[in-house]
């Protein structure tokens, strides 16, 4: 079987930073992806790491460790905008299983 | 706006009917993506379609089936529907086949469906 396993509700100050783990347990693990959305709407694509190591985009940043069965989204410089849900998705081998983690609320205040 | 377009936007039916939802993928994108999110089962990958050939299938049930046309939209055909098939169906389309989850994809605004 496959787990994910991220936390529930994180809370962060605007202009913190902010880094919400994820650990998985699959069979014929390919990849790690991240994925926000914010209430009552859609996902959006943040980032997809397929080897050990950091990818930055902007304000996030993406860490996969392929030994640890453990990945992260780093998100810096908070705004309230970054209030959202998080999720991160295991991609298996020949792409045919994909799972979502349960999310991760992110509040931030002022 | 993503480009992608779902229609409807809600849908509210009985146990045991069929419904089509349809997505049109963004201009030039050949992937198409079916999830759905629900309070109890969370947000699941249902299927891929490339090109109009099907790449890969995920948590879909027997009940449900989906197809891929020429001109690249997509419809998600959902029958002998029950209860707990009420969730939001989200599209998402991607300019290559990767693979859900390996590229990015653009989500549609997804379709509501109650089923009472």
């Known amino acids: 079987g496959q787990s994910l396993e991220q936390p529930s509700e994180v809370t962060a100050v605007e202009g913190a930073i902010v880094q919400i783990n994820c650990t998985y347990q699959?069979?014929?693990?390919?990849?790690l992806s991240w994925y926000q959305q914010h209430d009552g709407g859609a996902p959006t694509f943040l980032s997809y790491?397929?080897?050990?190591g950091l990818e930055e985009t902007g304000r996030f940043s993406s860490f996969l460790s392929r030994s640890d069965s453990y990945g992260y989204l780093l998100l810096q410089e908070l705004q309230m905008k970054d209030s959202a849900s998080y999720f991160c998705?295991?991609?298996?081998?020949?792409?045919?299983?994909?799972?979502f983690g349960s999310g991760t609320k992110l509040n931030v205040k002022p | 706006d993503s480009g992608v377009t779902q229609t409807p936007k809600h849908l509210i039916t009985a146990t045991g009917q069929r419904v089509t939802l349809r997505c049109s993928p963004r201009s030039g994108d050949l992937s198409v993506y079916w999830y759905q999110q629900s309070l109890d089962q969370g947000l699941q990958f249902l299927i891929q379609y490339y090109n109009g050939e099907e790449r890969a299938k995920g948590n879909i049930l027997e009940r449900f089936s989906a197809q891929q046309f020429p001109d690249l939209h997509s419809e998600l055909n959902l029958s002998s529907l029950e209860l707990g098939d009420s969730a939001l169906y989200f599209c998402?389309?991607?300019?290559?086949?990767?693979?859900?989850?390996?590229?990015?994809?653009?989500f549609g605004p997804g379709t509501r469906l109650t089923v009472l």
């Open positions: 699959t069979s014929g693990f390919y990849g």
């Open positions: 790491n397929a080897l050990d």
């Open positions: 998402a389309s991607s300019v290559v086949g990767g693979g859900a989850g390996t590229d990015t994809q653009y």
């Open positions: 998705a295991v991609v298996s081998y020949n792409f045919n299983k994909f799972y």
